[in-house]
């Protein structure tokens, strides 16, 4: 069975460009969640999708952050413009019942120069 | 506020010598208690959960036990494959399945 799968695996992009994350979760798991850890912190929550809705977008840092999926089958994570403090790494994961373990991607490296 | 502490930062251990790891939590109510394991460059790999205090489970050389305040993470005559950074996570009661999530103990087992 394959795992929760994320692309790209790193990205670099300069201050104020777009960039556009995405996650592949595991087939038949209505939950998908995003999160980040910046260097030095803790992995932070982001959101919770249930299947196409969102459930918990109370982590979302700020409006320049736009998550989205699409027919409950895989998301993307939009930051734009990008600035320096969105740099760190991106984790996807998903579970099939909302309040069971989560199984987590491999993440996304950005950095924001 | 909910809030997870983890400690040692840092951990390490020679090959068999075995100790513990804690997560200490604060949560207006506790839904599930996680461990996970992440090694460099990968995603948090899942290990247990426990939901009530005087849990415990096992796996391998691993055993997770909770208490109303905390959790241990004992390991047992580690094995250098053992090294990995390992996270401890809540999920309070009223959320939805977000975790909150410690800084991790950083373990390395020497040969």
């Known amino acids: 069975e394959a795992g929760v799968t994320q692309f790209p695996s790193h990205s670099v992009i300069e201050k104020g460009q777009t960039v556009t994350l995405r996650c592949d979760p595991i087939s038949g798991h209505d939950n998908l969640y995003w999160y980040r850890r910046v260097m030095g912190k803790e992995i932070k929550f982001l959101l919770h999708?249930?299947?196409?809705?969102?459930?918990?977008e109370s982590g979302m840092p700020n409006n320049r952050f736009l998550a989205e999926r699409t027919g409950g089958t895989y998301s993307t994570l939009k930051v734009q413009p990008a600035e320096l403090e969105d740099s760190g790494v991106y984790f996807c994961a998903s579970s099939q019942v909302w309040n069971t373990e989560a199984f987590f991607g491999q993440g996304t490296r950005l950095t924001v120069v | 506020e909910d809030q997870v502490t983890q400690s040692p930062e840092a951990l390490r251990l020679q090959e068999g010598e075995s100790s513990s790891l804690n997560c200490s939590y604060t949560v207006s109510g506790l839904r599930g208690l996680f461990w996970y394991r992440q090694d460099p460059g990968k995603g948090p790999e899942f290990l247990f959960t426990l939901y009530s205090a005087g849990e415990e489970k096992e796996k391998e050389r691993l055993k997770a036990t909770l208490t109303k305040k905390e959790s241990f993470l004992h390991i047992t005559a580690p094995k250098p494959e053992d090294s990995a950074t390992y996270l401890c996570a809540v999920q309070a009661t009223g959320n939805t399945g977000k975790l909150i999530f410690g800084q991790g103990t950083t373990l390395q087992v020497k040969p």
């Open positions: 999708f249930v299947k196409e809705s969102k459930q918990d």
